[in-house]
């Protein structure tokens, strides 16, 4: 590689991924500090893409998901000729994201072995998941060159919030700045065997709303109902963010908790990357495949004989891999009587 690289990733569309992805950028900045990346994805990840330093331009692709548009991916592909990337880089493993940058002129075409992308994909990596277990170990192997082994260590994201958004949100939204935010991310976009109780996160809140904590339920439109009913079992004491902020708005005001507890979801990997303590709730899904990444969180997982089953519902029908994991387990991991409102 040379000192003018410019690489361009074809990015995930989970929240999650992408988070993850930032191990990549941070990968290769470390071997190549003046290079250049530019990730193309979906619009709704611009916002996040914004708060990593490592991305020097964010492409929204103007495609529906599971849309395969291959002329008009084609023609997007050929409007980027012009950018002269050296590598790009593929974090998905389907035909159709292939053509961009085939399609761009891109001459290093670098991506896992996937649905007939020979000759699209022209550094293509065979993927043994047995040695590259966890997502985070895929997206920073296909940084390396052939045969490389991973960094003993691998970079960990780091989102970098924005301090001015993050204070006008705080006046926006009444937040007290006297007192310590505890974080609720009780959605999971996948289903509700990845969900722990709406009535545990109220067991949650209350004991931190008792204790002078304040708290913030975040989610999308799609978990109102499980943000309302912590809401009615709290006496309305919560803050409900869900479908209230943009993603660049959450990942600001998440910015100014001192706790997270989240499903295993997007938002999980979100706070770790804010350096938040976190404790992480799994159920049907493996901590040791999309864990949070930041060597302090806590990872709360029965792993009963029936689980990982990476179902959206529960199969056997008694959620037990999430009712059995109770308040109790899960506060103390908290140390909410460790931080005080200030007087």
């Known amino acids: ?91 998905t493993n389907s035909l159709k994201s292939a053509i961009l940058p085939w399609a761009a002129g891109i001459p290093l075409r670098t991506g896992f072995k996937g649905e007939l992308r020979y000759g699209l994909v022209n550094d293509m990596r065979p993927l043994d998941k047995s040695q590259l277990k966890q997502t985070v170990e895929r997206f920073v192997a296909l940084g390396l060159k052939p045969r490389t082994a991973l960094p003993t260590v691998l970079p960990q994201p780091a989102l970098v919030a924005e301090a001015a958004n993050a204070k006008r949100l705080q006046h926006a939204f009444k937040l007290d700045a006297f007192k310590p935010i505890l974080g609720l991310c009780p959605g999971a976009e996948y289903g509700e065997a990845k969900r722990w109780p709406a009535e545990y996160y109220a067991q949650v809140a209350n004991q931190a709303l008792e204790t002078g904590w304040q708290v913030l339920l975040f989610g999308s439109e799609k978990d109102k109902p499980v943000t309302a009913s912590i809401q009615q079992l709290t006496q309305q004491r919560c803050v409900d963010l869900a479908g209230q902020t943009s ?83 899960v506060l103390p991991s908290l140390a909410l009587s460790s931080i005080k409102p200030a007087p």
């Open 1 to 91: 590689m040379s000192s003018a690289d410019k690489i361009l990733v074809i990015g995930p569309s989970w929240v999650g991924d992408m988070v993850l992805a930032q191990s990549l950028f941070k990968q290769l900045k470390s071997v190549q500090p003046a290079c250049q990346i530019d990730v193309a994805a979906p619009a709704w990840t611009l916002p996040l893409l914004a708060r990593m330093p490592e991305v020097s331009q964010a492409i929204a692709l103007p495609f529906k998901h599971g849309q395969l548009a291959l002329r008009e991916r084609w023609q997007f592909g050929r409007s980027l000729m012009a950018q002269h990337y050296t590598q790009a880089i593929l974090l």
């Open 247 to 329: 993603l660049g708005d959450a990942i600001d005001l998440m910015s100014m908790c001192q706790r997270v507890i989240s499903n295993d979801s997007g938002l999980m990997h979100v706070a770790a990357a804010l350096n938040k303590k976190l404790v992480a709730i799994y159920g049907s899904s493996d901590p040791k495949h999309t864990p949070p990444m930041h060597p302090d969180a806590v990872i709360a997982y029965l792993g009963l004989t029936c689980s990982p089953c990476f179902k959206r519902v529960c199969p056997l029908g008694h959620l037990n891999c999430l009712r059995q994991l109770t308040p109790d387990q």
